[in-house]
């Protein structure tokens, strides 16, 4: 992830309802806890293990949600809560990672978060797509992957609920899901910045949607763009103009720098 500061993207629809097929899901109407019927439970997902890579957090507010789930609370500045991913529409969403020099990663699962408002939390997403480029997808290069292959391999509520600042507590319309992507034959990627490219599919009638990076107090999290229109810009909040990363987590094993540097710790000691 890189903080920059850069143009907000074009084409940004304000206060309207969520529906398929758009580049955000800005602050429209919020439907409360007694109305939506969707209440919180315990945490269905506990993270992934041997972490390479995790691009940001996403939750900002712990047990404040409606049955005590956690939240991802929009800034009170702010309105947009997600941005468009839906392979329906073919509307894409890419952010960058780095593989320090000397290593090399052997990334065997990807975990990417997104929603569908008002799915409840049983998660009514069925598919992911992902691929790998050199550099921006714009003008990169493939080096693996395509979006047309559902890699989606397991799916479930993270306990956590994106929620506008004046809907804290009350609201259960957008429950976060975590998708995970395993692959059998771990993908390998040796020093140097990479993006990852990626679409979700879903059942429900709105979205799939990403939530971005939301740190509190911090408004501008990173470089990620999207796919809209057929063209890529830089995604932004569509009140504050914000730059905005996107959360995903790469896992897996690392070999070079890190394994030398441990092997020559051990061998100081005989």
Same mark, same amino acid.
């Given at each position: 992830?890189? +903080?920059l500061?850069?143009? !907000?993207?074009v084409? &940004?629809?304000l206060?309207?309802?969520?529906?398929?097929?758009?580049?955000?899901?800005?602050?429209g109407?919020?439907?409360?806890?007694?109305l939506?019927?969707? +209440?919180?439970? *315990?945490? /269905?997902?506990?993270?992934p293990?041997?972490?390479?890579?995790?691009?940001?957090?996403?939750v900002?507010?712990t047990?404040?949600g409606? $049955? *005590?789930a956690?939240e991802?609370i929009?800034?009170?500045?702010?309105?947009?809560? $997600?941005?468009?991913?839906?392979?329906?529409?073919? +509307?894409?969403?890419?952010?960058? !990672?780095?593989?320090p020099?000397?290593?090399?990663w052997?990334?065997?699962? /990807?975990?990417? !978060?997104?929603?569908q408002t008002?799915?409840?939390?049983?998660s009514?997403i069925?598919g992911?797509?992902?691929?790998?480029?050199?550099n921006?997808?714009e003008?990169?290069?493939?080096v693996? *992957?395509?979006?047309?292959?559902?890699?989606?391999?397991?799916?479930?509520w993270?306990?956590?609920?994106?929620?506008?600042?004046?809907a804290?507590?009350?609201?259960t =319309?957008?429950?976060?899901?975590?998708? /995970?992507?395993?692959?059998?034959?771990?993908?390998?990627?040796t020093?140097?910045?990479?993006?990852?490219?990626?679409q979700l599919? *879903?059942?429900g009638?709105?979205?799939?949607? %990403?939530?971005?990076i939301?740190?509190?107090g =911090?408004? /501008?999290?990173?470089?990620?763009? =999207?796919?809209?229109?057929?063209g890529? $810009?830089?995604?932004?909040d569509?009140?504050?103009?914000?730059a905005?990363?996107?959360? !995903?987590i790469?896992?897996?094993?690392?070999?070079g720098? &890190?394994? %030398?540097?441990t092997?020559?710790a051990i061998k100081t000691?005989?």
């Amino acid at each position: 992830m890189k +903080i920059l500061s850069v143009a !907000f993207l074009v084409s &940004l629809l304000l206060a309207v309802p969520a529906i398929a097929g758009e580049a955000t899901d800005d602050a429209g109407t919020q439907v409360s806890a007694e109305l939506s019927g969707h +209440i919180g439970g *315990g945490s /269905v997902w506990d993270g992934p293990k041997d972490i390479l890579w995790d691009n940001g957090p996403l939750v900002t507010s712990t047990g404040t949600g409606v $049955g *005590g789930a956690d939240e991802s609370i929009v800034d009170a500045n702010e309105t947009t809560n $997600g941005f468009g991913c839906q392979f329906a529409s073919d +509307i894409r969403l890419s952010d960058d !990672f780095t593989v320090p020099a000397g290593e090399t990663w052997l990334v065997s699962s /990807v975990t990417l !978060f997104g929603y569908q408002t008002d799915s409840g939390t049983s998660s009514t997403i069925v598919g992911a797509y992902i691929e790998f480029f050199d550099n921006p997808p714009e003008y990169g290069t493939s080096v693996y *992957g395509d979006l047309y292959t559902n890699v989606l391999t397991a799916t479930s509520w993270m306990n956590c609920y994106r929620v506008q600042y004046s809907a804290s507590g009350t609201n259960t =319309q957008r429950p976060i899901m975590v998708n /995970v992507c395993d692959y059998s034959s771990p993908i390998s990627f040796t020093e140097g910045t990479y993006w990852i490219c990626w679409q979700l599919d *879903g059942t429900g009638a709105s979205g799939p949607w %990403n939530p971005p990076i939301t740190i509190n107090g =911090q408004l /501008v999290t990173g470089d990620a763009v =999207q796919y809209y229109n057929s063209g890529w $810009g830089y995604i932004s909040d569509s009140t504050s103009g914000n730059a905005k990363g996107l959360p !995903f987590i790469l896992s897996g094993t690392s070999s070079g720098a &890190l394994q %030398n540097e441990t092997w020559a710790a051990i061998k100081t000691i005989f």
